[in-house]
T-cell receptor, first 114, second 112 residues
Framework: DSGVTQTPKHLITATGQRVTLRCSPRSGDLSVYWYQQSLDQGLQFLIQYYNGEERAKGNILERFSAQQFPDLHSELNLSSLELGDSALYFC?????????????FGPGTRLTVL | SQKIEQNSEALNIQEGKTATLTCNYTNYSPAYLQWYRQDPGRGPVFLLLIRENEKEKRKERLKVTFDTTLKQSLFHITASQPADSATYLCALEDTGRRALTFGSGTRLQVQP
């Protein structure tokens, strides 16, 4: 158990809908990272927050947004969903605001868009 | 363009042998490299981090080498066990983006 929690575990929705994925980092970790993993794309970095501020951005679509709250939990919002958004979404946390330290991954949310 | 390459073909070895996985990269100048293990449907788990000046790092049955001239890292598991069967991912810092970029991973299958 990494100490990172993600809800829900599974999500099934329809095209055009909007969903919110939630992540709680390990106790004491200030950085939260979001990744998307699909079969054909591998693990893709989406966005990072550190202590409430956006710190790094990957190839995140404009339809996607995220935020980190004062209690350090984070939410990833996906809107106008398309079939291609079906994937595993992972949240990871780390203590520091830089990539050269280990990241602790949550169990993921499996999103299926029908 | 930047690229991280790991052998997409599964590596099948017999229990007790040494598994060697390769990570090659182009157009990166990483100061460090990380290796993660991922089991099906689960989140990656951090294994080792090696810095550019370390050349080799060990942790129990794991050994990682880092050759910045060849732009390659090798990941070894000695005395492999069926429980070592998983996908192994290497990751580099994406220069200027303060984020990790992961390779596509190599699936290791250890036969009893």
């Amino acid at each position: 158990d990494s100490g990172v929690t993600q809800t829900p575990k599974h999500l099934i929705t329809a095209t055009g809908q909007r969903v919110t994925l939630r992540c709680s980092p390990r106790s004491g970790d200030l950085s939260v990272y979001w990744y998307q993993q699909s079969l054909d794309q591998g693990l893709q970095f989406l966005i990072q927050y550190y202590n409430g501020e956006e710190r790094a951005k990957g190839n995140i679509l404009e339809r996607f947004s995220a935020q980190q709250f004062p209690d350090l939990h984070s939410e990833l919002n996906l809107s106008s969903l398309e079939l291609g958004d079906s994937a595993l979404y992972f949240c990871a946390s780390s203590a520091l605001d830089r990539a050269n330290n280990e990241q602790f991954f949550g169990p993921g949310t499996r999103l299926t868009v029908l | 363009s930047q690229k991280i390459e790991q052998n997409s073909e599964a590596l099948n070895i017999q229990e007790g042998k040494t598994a060697t996985l390769t990570c090659n990269y182009t157009n990166y100048s990483p100061a460090y490299l990380q290796w993660y293990r991922q089991d099906p449907g689960r989140g990656p788990v951090f294994l080792l981090l090696i810095r550019e000046n370390e050349k080799e790092k060990r942790k129990e049955r794991l050994k990682v080498t880092f050759d910045t001239t060849l732009k390659q890292s090798l990941f070894h598991i000695t005395a492999s066990q069926p429980a070592d069967s998983a996908t192994y991912l290497c990751a580099l810092e994406d220069t200027g983006r303060r984020a990790l970029t992961f390779g596509s991973g190599t699936r290791l299958q250890v036969q009893p």
